[in-house]
């Protein structure tokens, strides 16, 4: 897009509070079909147009590629009196809002699943990479298109509107990839080098499921009841052809099977014949510089690894010129603040932030001269403040780093630690956990539930503890805290665990961030990271690997997700330190029970820094 004016009228005062045209249509028309691909493989395709669309008016389309169904099919006699979107109040105005706005939407299901025929081997395939450019052909040759095509999605159907970048297709103008995981390696399947076995597990499982027109157990009773499965093809044979389609589903790829055999990034799996660093966005990054399209990445400070990946690219991208983090679950159904009830709506609400995405596909594929600003922007909600705010670059101007100090009596000091020696003793406790709510726990938008971590006051008997003094004015911490310790384990490998905390005058305990680092992945590398980052970078690459010597003290040091939280005047801020996170990260050790000796001394001043907003004025 071309340097604009700016429209006083759409100046951006926050997230959530943009102008939108009035709608222009009413109604919607669909059809299902069967697009052939280049080897023949047939991709079942939903297209949904304005009602009233004039045959001579052109209009853009956008492009959803999902593993999850396309469209949904209803039982009898359910299906002549409801429709599928209707089952879910959230999101059934999701289509009419665009459709009414002057867009085409084109939903695929991606090679081997859903109605497509074809095999989903793993995650985003070469394959489904190269049908995008044969996908969004089709649509600039059909008799409504303008020829300009937006990609837009949810979590793994938002990396695939990202990799609409690789194939430079010039039809393609803006992308919004939402809740995504463009490195999922330590995005969401290995954070810190460790297993996320609950989430791969279940993942894995529902995406089974899925493949074989099977409701999983997440839709519910009534859900199960209502739903017969994916949609066929419009078409006098389209069951049969679902049923064909079906069939060869059963040779997709198991991805928690697969996950059992990594522990580094570039290990290649002997049958699956990939390793997790084919599955980034970032190996094809020549290709995303190059490409043209205008990218509004979504993510939350409170959801897997999606806040650090907006970060990343914001910094590493030059089309990546506008962003938003907020404080939802993962897909911006409900708020997520730890601050606030998990039952509030989320901020803003789902309409609000559809009128977001709006303005920015109106800007790249319509030319409106809305006042979408081609330099860079990042919204990002602050918690406990509560509080939407803005910046150009990251981190926002004013971060400075405070740095804290672990110290003798479980405490966090501001100043040099004197002693010649000192230690804590911690025995892991495999019992400590985050709860089932907690930021992996990504199913958990299917399930209607959000994020949602308890006081963690309790929790403080599985972990060891590090608290500051009452503090005296109100801080608040936006960026990448960082920690460093000095420790000595009584295994070659192990996990550690760090928690950034907020204890409020009552003694009650507010999770604000975590980070963690498998103990063998702990080397800095000196190699340049493949993007911007704000933390130490470990290439978590078997070249890489380090075991721990039993007893011999090793600097583990390593960036925590980034946050944007205000601790009030008085709270106190506690780092907590783990092994273990039961119920989510699988168990490294698998057996034993590791003793860590955490050093805080002169010549081994264990730490972590703050990134801290200096106070205006």
Same mark, same amino acid.
């Given at each position: 897009?071309?340097?604009?004016?700016?429209?006083?009228?759409?100046?951006?005062?926050?997230?959530?509070?943009?102008?939108?045209?009035?709608?222009?249509?009413?109604?919607? @028309?669909?059809?299902?079909?069967?697009?052939?691909?280049?080897?023949?493989?047939?991709?079942?395709?939903?297209?949904?147009?304005?009602?009233?669309?004039?045959?001579?008016?052109?209009?853009?389309?956008?492009?959803?590629?999902?593993?999850?169904?396309?469209?949904?099919?209803? /039982?009898?006699?359910?299906?002549?009196?409801?429709?599928?979107?209707?089952?879910?109040?959230?999101?059934?105005?999701?289509?009419?809002?665009?459709?009414?706005?002057?867009?085409?939407?084109?939903?695929?299901?991606?090679?081997?699943?859903?109605?497509?025929?074809?095999?989903?081997?793993?995650?985003?395939?070469?394959?489904?990479?190269?049908?995008?450019?044969?996908?969004?052909?089709?649509?600039?040759?059909?008799?409504?298109?303008?020829?300009?095509?937006?990609?837009?999605?949810?979590?793994?159907?938002?990396?695939?509107?990202?990799?609409?970048?690789?194939?430079?297709?010039?039809?393609?103008?803006?992308?919004?990839?939402?809740?995504?995981?463009?490195?999922?390696?330590?995005?969401?399947?290995?954070?810190?080098?460790?297993?996320?076995?609950?989430?791969?597990?279940?993942?894995?499982?529902?995406?089974?499921?899925?493949?074989?027109?099977?409701?999983?157990?997440?839709?519910?009773?009534?859900?199960?009841?209502?739903?017969?499965?994916?949609?066929?093809?419009?078409?006098?044979?389209?069951?049969?052809?679902?049923?064909?389609?079906?069939?060869?589903?059963?040779?997709?790829?198991?991805?928690?099977?697969?996950?059992?055999?990594? @522990?580094?990034?570039?290990?290649?799996?002997?049958?699956?014949?990939?390793?997790?660093?084919?599955?980034?966005?970032?190996?094809?990054?020549?290709?995303?510089?190059?490409?043209?399209?205008?990218?509004?990445?979504?993510?939350?400070?409170?959801?897997?690894?999606?806040?650090?990946?907006?970060?990343?690219?914001?910094?590493?991208?030059?089309?990546?010129?506008?962003?938003?983090?907020?404080?939802?679950?993962?897909?911006?159904?409900?708020?997520?603040?730890?601050?606030?009830?998990?039952?509030?709506?989320?901020?803003?609400?789902?309409?609000?932030?559809?009128?977001?995405?709006?303005?920015?596909?109106?800007?790249?594929?319509?030319?409106?001269?809305?006042?979408?600003?081609?330099?860079?922007?990042?919204?990002?909600?602050?918690?406990?403040?509560?509080?939407?705010?803005?910046?150009?670059?990251?981190?926002?101007?004013?971060?400075?780093?405070?740095?804290?100090?672990?110290?003798?009596?479980?405490?966090?000091?501001?100043?040099?630690?004197?002693?010649?020696?000192?230690?804590? @003793?911690?025995?892991?406790?495999?019992?400590?956990?985050?709860?089932?709510?907690?930021?992996?726990?990504?199913?958990?938008?299917?399930?209607?539930? @959000?994020?949602?971590?308890?006081? /963690?006051?309790?929790?403080?008997?599985?972990?060891?503890?590090?608290?500051?003094?009452?503090?005296?004015?109100?801080?608040?911490?936006?960026?990448?805290?960082?920690?460093?310790?000095?420790?000595?384990?009584?295994?070659?490998?192990?996990?550690?665990?760090?928690?950034?905390?907020?204890?409020?005058?009552?003694?009650?305990?507010?999770?604000?961030?975590?980070?963690?680092? /498998?103990?063998?992945?702990?080397?800095?590398?000196?190699?340049?990271?493949?993007?911007?980052?704000?933390?130490?970078?470990?290439?978590?690459?078997?070249?890489?690997?380090?075991?721990?010597?039993?007893?011999?003290?090793?600097?583990?040091?390593?960036?925590?997700?980034?946050?944007?939280?205000?601790?009030?005047?008085?709270?106190?801020?506690?780092?907590?330190?783990?092994?273990?996170?039961?119920?989510?990260?699988? /168990?490294?050790?698998?057996?034993?029970?590791?003793?860590?000796?955490?050093?805080?001394?002169?010549?081994?001043?264990?730490?972590?820094?703050?990134?801290?907003?200096?106070?205006?004025?």
């Amino acid at each position: 897009m071309s340097q604009r004016s700016r429209n006083d009228a759409f100046v951006d005062t926050g997230f959530g509070r943009c102008e939108v045209p009035p709608p222009q249509y009413k109604g919607t @028309t669909s059809q299902s079909l069967y697009l052939p691909m280049r080897d023949g493989v047939r991709l079942a395709v939903e297209i949904v147009l304005p009602g009233n669309l004039p045959s001579v008016t052109r209009i853009p389309a956008l492009l959803s590629q999902t593993r999850y169904w396309r469209a949904m099919e209803l /039982r009898a006699p359910f299906k002549w009196f409801l429709k599928p979107e209707e089952l879910n109040p959230d999101f059934k105005n999701f289509k009419p809002f665009f459709t009414s706005h002057g867009y085409a939407l084109v939903l695929v299901d991606a090679r081997g699943t859903g109605a497509s025929f074809g095999t989903w081997p793993y995650p985003w395939p070469q394959d489904s990479i190269e049908d995008a450019a044969e996908i969004v052909d089709w649509i600039v040759a059909q008799p409504w298109s303008n020829g300009k095509v937006g990609g837009h999605g949810i979590s793994y159907v938002g990396t695939t509107a990202e990799l609409l970048t690789v194939p430079n297709h010039p039809a393609i103008q803006a992308l919004i990839p939402m809740f995504n995981h463009p490195d999922a390696y330590t995005d969401i399947a290995f954070p810190g080098g460790v297993l996320n076995e609950r989430f791969i597990r279940d993942w894995g499982r529902f995406d089974r499921t899925l493949d074989q027109n099977v409701l999983p157990e997440e839709f519910g009773f009534w859900g199960r009841m209502l739903l017969k499965g994916v949609k066929p093809v419009d078409a006098k044979d389209g069951r049969r052809l679902l049923q064909e389609a079906i069939r060869g589903h059963a040779a997709n790829g198991d991805v928690y099977q697969i996950a059992q055999d990594v @522990t580094f990034r570039d290990e290649r799996h002997n049958t699956a014949n990939v390793c997790v660093e084919d599955l980034t966005v970032h190996r094809f990054k020549q290709k995303v510089e190059r490409s043209n399209a205008a990218i509004f990445g979504w993510g939350s400070w409170m959801d897997a690894g999606t806040a650090d990946a907006v970060i990343r690219r914001f910094l590493t991208f030059d089309r990546a010129q506008r962003a938003v983090i907020g404080a939802w679950e993962h897909g911006g159904r409900f708020h997520a603040s730890p601050y606030q009830s998990p039952d509030l709506p989320a901020d803003p609400k789902l309409p609000a932030q559809w009128r977001e995405m709006l303005r920015f596909f109106d800007a790249y594929l319509k030319g409106v001269d809305n006042g979408v600003p081609s330099e860079k922007v990042l919204f990002y909600y602050t918690m406990g403040e509560e509080k939407w705010k803005k910046t150009a670059v990251w981190p926002p101007e004013g971060t400075t780093t405070q740095r804290w100090y672990l110290a003798e009596g479980n405490r966090l000091s501001p100043s040099d630690p004197p002693a010649e020696s000192g230690a804590d @003793t911690y025995t892991v406790d495999f019992e400590a956990s985050t709860g089932e709510h907690n930021r992996w726990w990504e199913m958990g938008g299917i399930l209607d539930q @959000t994020v949602s971590y308890a006081n /963690r006051a309790e929790a403080a008997r599985h972990l060891l503890t590090y608290t500051t003094p009452p503090l005296a004015e109100d801080t608040e911490i936006t960026g990448h805290p960082v920690v460093t310790l000095y420790a000595a384990m009584t295994e070659t490998d192990g996990v550690f665990y760090a928690y950034l905390e907020d204890v409020d005058e009552s003694g009650r305990v507010t999770y604000v961030t975590e980070g963690q680092l /498998r103990a063998i992945h702990r080397k800095v590398s000196a190699d340049a990271p493949p993007y911007n980052l704000q933390v130490p970078y470990h290439s978590f690459k078997q070249a890489d690997a380090m075991p721990l010597v039993p007893g011999e003290i090793a600097e583990i040091t390593f960036g925590l997700l980034p946050t944007s939280t205000l601790i009030r005047k008085d709270h106190r801020i506690r780092l907590s330190i783990a092994g273990h996170d039961e119920g989510t990260f699988v /168990r490294i050790p698998a057996e034993g029970t590791p003793v860590i000796s955490v050093a805080r001394n002169k010549h081994h001043a264990s730490h972590i820094d703050l990134p801290v907003m200096r106070k205006a004025g």
